[in-house]
């Protein structure tokens, strides 16, 4: 299955079952509903699922993910990925090489995610598909998330490159998506927003 990139980034949704307070099956098929346009499967962290739970979440979800058509994107796991045969990674600047990672996925998303220009200037941007700038906010999603970034950010990187597929990570909620699209980002992307939601087909449809 083939997507146009800064279309699937628009409404980003990222998740994995440590985020949830009840089935994340539920709450990623309630999103999907309501419009999020890609899926990241991101089980890491405390309380996160391993071995054969961790598979069988995903394949679960990844199937949610086809029956929808959005794209089904992997965190950092590069053997889950392709056990699952998700359409694409996501790595951040410690984990697996993107070098490696496109060598053995010509033909897959790949997604880097980027907070300064010294990460920008060493890493092989040429070979991503899109990059995650951010955290844009303040975000307490991830434990071991780095210092808010700020729109700047964003706008900078779309100066830098124009039509490179640019998604906002980090401490985005309704108040300040728009902010993020106006600094020039392709879309934004969500974890708490969606997961915390009393109503997911209202917080979707807002952002």
Sequence with gaps: MSFILQQSL??????????????????LESAAKAGITAFQFRE??????????????????????????IPFIVNDDVELGKTLDADGIHVGQNDQSVKMIRALFPDKIIGLSVSNSHEVTSSPISLVDYVGAGPVF??????????????????????????????????????????????????????????????????????
Excluded at 51 to 68: D, S, T, V
């Design 10 to 27: 628009r409404k980003y949704f990222i998740m994995g079952s440590q985020n949830c307070d009840y089935d994340p099956a539920e709450i």
């Design 44 to 69: 890491k962290g405390e309380g996160s699922l391993t071995g054969i739970a961790k598979l069988e979440l995903g394949n679960q979800l990844r199937e949610i993910c086809r029956e929808h058509q």
């Design 138 to 207: 303040t975000t307490s999603s991830k434990a071991d998330a780095k210092k808010a970034v700020g729109q700047e950010w964003i706008t900078a990187l779309r100066e830098q490159f124009p039509s490179l597929p640019i998604v906002g990570i980090g401490g985005i909620t309704l108040k300040n998506a728009a902010s993020v699209i106006e600094a020039g980002a392709d879309g934004v992307s969500v974890i708490s927003a969606i997961t915390k939601a009393k109503n997911i087909n209202e917080v979707v449809q807002s952002l």
